[in-house]
Nanobody, 125 residues
Framework: QVQLVESGGGLVQAGGSLRLSCAASGLSFVSYAMGWFRQAPGKEREFVAAISWSGGSTYYADSVKGRFTISRDNAKNTVYLQMNSLKPEDTAVYYC??????????????????WGQGTQVTVSS
């Protein structure tokens, strides 16, 4: 049974930092590209960042480029999202997702095979 479990969310002041983690189990982690998405209240889920199976390629939404960094540790079956210079508009539930063998469209959520349950990030002004 595949499980993706996010952690690291919480409440932070604007300008602060958080690091999200997503621990994967039940799959061959190195065979999967990983992505982070988020959904703010009343809005549709949107792409945040993605990383190839090797970590050699990364992709970011324009809204987080230069502030967020995605990385992975294949030995630990874990993907991370380092979030710096957080803004109130970053407030959302953050989800990690996995896609087998990667995708040429890392920003499209329907490309992904598995999803976590999400972790809440709240940025206060």
């Amino acid at each position: 049974q595949v499980q993706l479990v996010e952690s690291g969310g919480g409440l932070v002041q604007a300008g602060g930092s958080l690091r999200l983690s997503c621990a994967a189990s039940g799959l061959s982690f190195v065979s999967y590209a990983m992505g982070w998405f988020r959904q703010a209240p009343g809005k549709e889920r949107e792409f945040v960042a993605a990383i190839s199976w090797s970590g050699g390629s990364t992709y970011y939404a324009d809204s987080v480029k230069g502030r967020f960094t995605i990385s992975r540790d294949n030995a630990k079956n874990t993907v991370y999202l380092q979030m710096n210079s957080l803004k109130p508009e970053d407030t959302a539930v953050y989800y990690c997702a996995a896609v087998l063998l990667g995708t040429v469209h890392p920003g499209l959520e329907n490309e992904y095979d598995y999803w976590g349950q999400g972790t809440q990030v709240t940025v206060s002004s």
